[in-house]
């Protein structure tokens, strides 16, 4: 055990910096608590406590809440966590942000099996670790997160296996990449496409290519499964980009524009098989753009930094040197393989159109981004090395500039991406909730907006996990009442009161801000974003004003 921790003191020391930076301040940093944060929080724990989710399900794979059909890997999780920690932000982000953290040293022995060298394992271990787009995702309760270890974890396993000729090892590594189905739909499509140049790879024995096709079928059929049912492919029909409404608008009006006795010029170049086209590498470039890259990132804006790329501008100069001369690289097929994960990586991204060009969709793309870069850094080095020997003074700078670029980064994160677009965030629902428990001691009855899952945020912030009662609609997890504290089916309490002859003094009623309101109803309070919107305010019915 000493010998190995001295052989891999730099490795624990990265690793070390990479959990330290997800998870210093997590439970207040990303602010506010995202409606998805807070289902794998809640009805992980739910279904750690009751064998099953909110609406009766027992022990499900997927959790739908909107036709969605969301992988419950990060249910079991983050629940689990909640049950040990408690009903906290932290305790909800912790799993997302340690396996974060140990994705470090899994790119280090995949990194070590590709190119058979510790300078460049070592060098995708501190990028990986100082990264903006993982470690964003990594503080967010994001599932890609996860996914995206087990891909890497099983890669690394398929490396070695093949390296070692042991099919238990590919057998450990297949269980590994099947895991990522578990957590986020883009993995399903991703694996078999990992997997298929790998059953042409040279120089293995016999029983390995078996083992190899075995596997690569394996996931081609749990694909495959999952595609053709509905809890596989409801998301993907939800977010297609031949669902985009904009397009089909858009290819009418250059139909349009043709004329109308421009039929066949029409039907030749404003076809569906030709906006489909344009769309798709619209989509798909858009990954690759520096806009996306260095600049100002994509979407959705919950995970936006401001004056943040998810990159630096030293990762991306080391990225495309990485890039132009990873095809000289000794061993050809390893080269062009990490090319081709290049590739494929934005393809699950770049067929959908909602928040495009999306940083959570095209998580894998962070996999060969950081191998390049990892080895333009190690061929910048090795450039220099050979023409003189400061090359060490050199690996200093580059190492001062990156330093530079984190300090930076983490200083915009932590000061000003608090108070940044915080609305998407769901910044001040955990506000309202608590609020509207410490107050219901005093009123009768407090009235509040039903939706935005605001139940659940209730019951998480109360470790309330004993109701039975929720209903479910298209968008949000619905109960009546608790205790005194009933949940109305408006945005505007006073509007529902109202209709329904319900004021009375001894209420307090909670209005979305943009409610209008009404004579007889007074403010006493507000509650404010991080940015300093308004979300909602606290009323109070006054008789005698109402009947003036």
């Given amino acids: 055990m000493v010998t190995f921790l001295k052989r891999n003191i730099q490795l624990i020391i990265i690793f070390l910096i990479a959990i330290g930076l997800r998870t210093i301040h997590l439970g207040t940093i990303p602010n506010g608590f995202h409606v998805d944060e807070l289902d794998a929080g809640y009805i992980g724990r739910y279904i750690w406590t009751h064998g099953k989710d909110i609406l009766g399900n027992y022990l499900p794979f997927v959790y739908n809440k909107f036709g969605d059909y969301r992988p419950t890997g990060i249910f079991y999780l983050s629940g689990l966590s909640a049950l040990i920690f408690g009903s906290t932000e932290f305790a909800v982000r912790f799993p997302a942000a340690l396996i974060g953290g140990i994705t470090v040293v899994a790119i280090y022995f995949l990194a070590l099996e590709f190119f058979s060298n510790k300078s460049i394992a070592l060098f995708s271990a501190i990028l990986l670790a100082v990264m903006p787009w993982h470690l964003v995702l990594s503080r967010a309760t994001s599932e890609g997160i996860i996914g995206l270890f087990f891909v890497i974890l099983g890669l690394g396993l398929l490396m070695k296996s093949y390296r070692t000729n042991s099919p238990r090892m590919m057998i450990v590594a297949g269980l590994s990449l099947i895991a990522s189905y578990l957590f986020y739909h883009p993995f399903r499509i991703l694996v078999p496409l990992c997997l298929l140049p790998l059953l042409f790879t040279p120089g293995r024995h016999?029983?390995?290519?078996?083992?190899?096709?075995?596997?690569?079928?394996?996931?081609?059929?749990?694909?495959?499964?999952?595609?053709?049912?509905?809890?596989?492919?409801?998301?993907?029909?939800?977010?297609?980009?031949?669902?985009?409404?904009?397009?089909?608008?858009?290819?009418?009006?250059?139909?349009?524009?043709?004329?109308?006795?421009?039929?066949?010029?029409?039907?030749?170049?404003?076809?569906?098989?030709?906006?489909?086209?344009?769309?798709?590498?619209?989509?798909?470039?858009?990954?690759?753009?520096?806009?996306?890259?260095?600049?100002?990132?994509?979407?959705?804006?919950?995970?936006?930094?401001?004056?943040?790329?998810?990159?630096?501008?030293?990762?991306?100069?080391?990225?495309?040197?990485?890039?132009?001369?990873?095809?000289?690289?000794?061993?050809?097929?390893?080269?062009?393989?990490?090319?081709?994960?290049?590739?494929?990586?934005?393809?699950?991204?770049?067929?959908?159109?909602?928040?495009?060009?999306?940083?959570?969709?095209?998580?894998?793309?962070?996999?060969?981004?950081?191998?390049?870069?990892?080895?333009?850094?190690?061929?910048?080095?090795?450039?220099?090395?050979?023409?003189?020997?400061?090359?060490?003074?050199?690996?200093?700078?580059?190492?001062?500039?990156?330093?530079?670029?984190?300090?930076?980064?983490?200083?915009?994160?932590?000061?000003?991406?608090?108070?940044?677009?915080?609305?998407?965030?769901?910044?001040?629902?955990?506000?309202?909730?608590?609020?509207?428990?410490?107050?219901?001691?005093?009123?009768?009855?407090?009235?509040?907006?039903?939706?935005?899952?605001?139940?659940?945020?209730?019951?998480?912030?109360?470790?309330?996990?004993?109701?039975?009662?929720?209903?479910?609609?298209?968008?949000?997890?619905?109960?009546?009442?608790?205790?005194?504290?009933?949940?109305?089916?408006?945005?505007?309490?006073t509007r529902y009161l109202r209709w329904k002859n319900l004021l009375a003094p001894s209420t307090l009623i909670i209005d979305r801000d943009d409610c209008e309101g009404f004579t007889g109803i007074g403010k006493i309070g507000e509650i404010d974003r991080k940015d300093l919107t308004k979300a909602f305010k606290l009323l109070r019915f006054i008789p005698e004003e109402y009947h003036k």
Avoid at 310 to 326: A, P, R
Avoid at 407 to 425: D, K, Q
Avoid at 434 to 443: F, V
């Fill in 206 to 493: 016999k029983h390995i290519k078996l083992a190899s096709i075995i596997l690569f079928c394996l996931a081609s059929f749990f694909t495959l499964l999952t595609v053709f049912t509905v809890a596989g492919n409801g998301r993907l029909n939800q977010v297609a980009f031949y669902q985009n409404p904009d397009l089909a608008t858009l290819t009418q009006d250059l139909i349009a524009g043709e004329g109308p006795n421009n039929v066949l010029e029409a039907r030749i170049f404003h076809n569906k098989i030709v906006a489909f086209t344009q769309e798709f590498v619209k989509q798909y470039s858009s990954y690759f753009s520096t806009e996306f890259l260095i600049q100002t990132g994509g979407l959705p804006k919950r995970y936006a930094v401001p004056q943040e790329g998810l990159i630096y501008v030293s990762f991306f100069v080391l990225f495309i040197i990485g890039l132009l001369t990873i095809i000289s690289y000794k061993v050809k097929w390893k080269s062009l393989y990490i090319l081709y994960l290049l590739v494929i990586a934005p393809l699950p991204a770049a067929v959908t159109y909602e928040d495009t060009p999306n940083i959570h969709r095209a998580v894998f793309l962070i996999l060969p981004i950081i191998l390049l870069t990892a080895y333009g850094l190690y061929r910048l080095l090795d450039l220099v090395k050979s023409k003189t020997k400061n090359y060490i003074f050199l690996l200093i700078i580059v190492l001062c500039i990156i330093s530079v670029e984190t300090i930076n980064f983490w200083h915009y994160y932590t000061i000003f991406a608090p108070s940044s677009e915080s609305y998407s965030r769901d910044d001040g629902l955990a506000q309202l909730v608590q609020l509207a428990y410490a107050e219901k001691g005093k009123y009768k009855y407090i009235y509040l907006p039903g939706y935005e899952n605001l139940p659940l945020y209730y019951l998480f912030y109360t470790s309330d996990y004993q109701n039975i009662h929720f209903r479910n609609n298209p968008n949000d997890v619905l109960l009546d009442k608790i205790d005194n504290v009933i949940f109305v089916p408006d945005w505007c309490s």
